[in-house]
């Protein structure tokens, strides 16, 4: 910490670093401090990985307000690229309206995401919502008050 600066552009239509790749990767130019030189270029700059969103244009907001006025006709799903619900809510009016309900909730929470697997773009970094998730590289502390198996 604090032997290397890295200052990375953030593109100003997506809010994310500028070079994000699909796989949530950007590759950026930092500066060691002085006196410090890299051994594998000799030099004192080198590229660093950084995480970052990759996102393909679609609008958090755009899609939330697409749900909540044009919902019941699927414009939502039509936006996000699922074409199969979009026409499935259109010829439902929205499932009885209870589809439309149901993807307000879904879009907002952001449990939902674009069909090609991007996020969202939502300017100034705004309200993500991440799910926590449990799988094998998970460790559940026992607890005391849990019975033995």
Same mark, same amino acid.
């Given at each position: 910490?604090?032997?290397y600066?890295?200052?990375?552009?953030?593109?100003?239509?997506?809010?994310?670093?500028?070079?994000?790749?699909?796989?949530?990767?950007?590759?950026?130019?930092?500066?060691?401090?002085?006196?410090?030189?890299?051994?594998?270029?000799?030099?004192?700059?080198?590229?660093?990985?950084i995480?970052?969103?990759?996102t393909n244009g679609?609008?958090?907001?755009?899609?939330?307000?697409?749900?909540?006025?044009?919902?019941?006709?699927?414009?939502?799903?039509? &936006?996000? %690229?699922?074409?199969? #619900?979009? +026409?499935?809510?259109l010829?439902?009016?929205g499932? =009885?309206?209870?589809?439309?309900?149901?993807?307000?909730?879904?879009?907002?929470t952001q449990?939902?995401?674009?069909?090609?697997?991007?996020?969202?773009?939502i300017? &100034?970094? %705004?309200?993500?919502s #991440?799910? +926590?998730?449990l799988?094998n590289?998970?460790?559940? =502390?026992?607890?005391?008050?849990?019975?033995?198996?």
């Amino acid at each position: 910490m604090g032997q290397y600066l890295c200052n990375p552009e953030i593109d100003p239509l997506t809010q994310q670093l500028k070079g994000c790749s699909r796989n949530n990767i950007a590759n950026t130019i930092c500066i060691a401090a002085e006196g410090i030189q890299c051994i594998d270029s000799g030099n004192n700059t080198f590229l660093k990985e950084i995480p970052c969103l990759w996102t393909n244009g679609y609008s958090f907001e755009t899609s939330l307000l697409l749900s909540v006025f044009l919902g019941m006709f699927g414009a939502d799903r039509f &936006y996000l %690229g699922y074409p199969a #619900i979009g +026409l499935f809510k259109l010829c439902t009016l929205g499932c =009885m309206f209870l589809g439309q309900i149901l993807d307000i909730i879904l879009i907002a929470t952001q449990s939902i995401g674009p069909a090609d697997g991007s996020h969202y773009v939502i300017n &100034y970094f %705004g309200p993500k919502s #991440i799910p +926590l998730k449990l799988d094998n590289d998970t460790y559940r =502390m026992p607890q005391i008050d849990w019975p033995e198996l």
